[in-house]
Nanobody, 125 residues
């Protein structure tokens, strides 16, 4: 079973940027679809961005044009570059993986089998 470790969270002002990283061990991300999810207090965990084994990407409407997911197979890592951050982006951000090529449903939490512990992102107005 793969192990996922997120990093890069922090506190920023609205309009700022952050880059989250998710380093994977115990498996190669070439075989995994990867996703970023977030959960704010009192809300359900929701999909932010997903990337398939062949780097096809998906984004939640709320982050399109502001966030970008990418992966580095050599580093066995996935990244989430976040620009123009808004207070509504404040949440715990989680990295997730599943050993299959998700043709659809890359933003659906139940499609993923492996999860990291999360990294907190706080955006102040």
């Amino acid at each position: 079973q793969v192990h996922l470790v997120e990093s890069g969270g922090g506190s920023v002002q609205a309009g700022g940027s952050l880059r989250l990283s998710c380093v994977v061990s115990g498996g190669t991300i070439r075989s995994y679809s990867m996703g970023w999810f977030r959960q704010a207090p009192g809300k359900e965990r929701g999909g932010v961005a997903g990337i398939s084994t062949i780097a096809t990407t998906s984004y939640a409407n709320s982050v399109k044009g502001r966030f970008s997911i990418s992966k580095d197979n050599a580093a066995n890592a996935v990244y989430l570059q976040m620009h123009s951050l808004e207070p509504e982006d404040t949440a715990m951000y989680y990295c997730a993986a599943v050993e299959s090529d998700l043709l659809r449903g890359r933003l659906v939490p139940t499609n993923y089998a492996n999860w990291g512990q999360g990294t907190q992102v706080t955006v102040s107005s």
